[in-house]
């Protein structure tokens, strides 16, 4: 059974560029979630979506983060514009029911120059 | 959501059992305890969970304690590629995990 998939797994860029990160979650996966980790410290999770709908964006920043989840499979979190503090580790998991089992991916390392 | 505390990091001899604490003296009733783990360079993966009763699974064995204040995450037999940090998580009817900072494990020959 194929993981969770994320792309890119590296991405570079300036300060004040827009990024995106794409996540596929494992099939028949209804719950997707979306987590930042920062050097040294525990992930943190930015956004949960349940089928197509956002059910916990409390901890996004919605001034420059955005994410959808179109048809409720693939997702897609993007920055605009990016800022140096964004710089971090971007993780995507999905779980078949609630929050006990979440399959991570393997992350988006982004680095803000 | 609960808090839990867990030591910074902890040191194990391969082929030997290692039991890793997990301090959560505010838990609630319907709280379950969780464990992951995050090798280096890869997304944090599930171990074990459980509610009361101790629990064992082909990775490893969750001890709660009877008044559910602490829980033990035991590898029986650690090898080098269970180095990695392990975080001890508590979820209720908060319906997501809140990671700390963990228990960095190095496990030496």
């Known amino acids: 059974e194929a993981g969770v998939v994320q792309s890119p797994r590296y991405k570079i860029i300036e300060k004040k560029q827009p990024v995106a990160f794409w996540c596929n979650p494992i099939?028949?996966?209804?719950?997707l979630y979306w987590y930042r980790q920062n050097l040294g410290q525990g992930p943190e999770l930015l956004i949960r979506?349940?089928?197509?709908?956002?059910?916990?964006d409390s901890q996004l920043p919605k001034d420059r983060f955005s994410a959808e989840r179109l048809k409720g499979v693939d997702s897609t979190l993007k920055i605009q514009p990016a800022e140096l503090g964004d710089s971090a580790v971007y993780l995507c998991?999905?779980?078949?029911?609630?929050?006990?089992?979440?399959?991570f991916g393997p992350g988006t390392r982004l680095t803000v120059l | 959501d609960a808090k839990t505390t867990q030591p910074n990091s902890m040191e194990s001899n391969e082929e030997e059992p290692v039991h890793l604490p997990c301090n959560h003296s505010t838990i609630s009733g319907t709280d379950y305890i969780h464990w992951y783990r995050q090798l280096p360079s890869q997304g944090p993966e599930y171990v074990i969970h459980?509610?009361?009763s101790n629990v064992n699974n082909r990775m490893a064995s969750l001890a709660i304690a009877e008044d559910r204040k602490s829980s033990t995450l035991i590898l029986h037999r650690a090898t080098l590629r269970d180095a990695a940090v392990y975080y001890c998580i508590l979820t209720g009817g908060g319906n997501k995990l809140t990671f700390g900072t963990g228990t960095q494990l190095k496990v030496e020959l």
């Open positions: 459980g509610l009361t």
């Open positions: 099939s028949g996966h209804n719950t």
């Open positions: 998991a999905s779980s078949l029911n609630g929050p006990t089992k979440q399959f």
């Open positions: 979506y349940e089928n197509e709908e956002a059910v916990d």
